[in-house]
């Protein structure tokens, strides 16, 4: 069932997104890489991904400009955003609920557990 799950990966450090892409895959999922904040827009309209793991710093647009974008647009608002991200106040959480994230992981993170939160996305999707 997962292998027809489309996972949009929004991380501009290679090896972050190999080491997401890697797991992920291995999972089941089929994945896509965007480096730049820009590119998870076009890559989220065009290819409407069941989830989208999102960094918050990146190049040409911020992930919560992204985020925001994506859970105010008609076509793309359903798509579960988790953030994964290095800022981890509260008040950068509080920040990225506020623009629509569905769950925040700061980084580092264990890959078990973000899987188990993806898992429980996409599945609360379908329910929905």
Do not use: W
Not at 90 to 118: I, N, S, W
Request: hydrophobic content about 45%; overall charge neutral; some cysteine.
């Amino acid at each position: 069932m997962n292998q027809r799950r489309l996972i949009l990966i929004a991380e501009d450090e290679p090896d972050a997104a190999a080491l997401l892409e890697f797991h992920l895959r291995r999972h089941g999922y089929r994945t896509i890489v965007a480096d730049d904040g820009l590119a998870a827009m076009n890559e989220a309209f065009a290819h409407k991904p069941d989830l989208l793991l999102l960094d918050l710093l990146m190049p040409k647009l911020h992930g919560l400009q992204v985020c925001r974008m994506l859970k105010t647009s008609p076509t793309t608002r359903y798509i579960p955003v988790i953030i994964l991200t290095a800022l981890g106040t509260p008040e950068d959480k509080l920040k990225g609920f506020g623009q629509g994230a569905d769950d925040y992981l700061t980084k580092p993170y264990e890959m078990p557990e973000l899987l188990a939160r993806v898992n429980s996305l996409l599945n609360r999707a379908l329910v929905a």
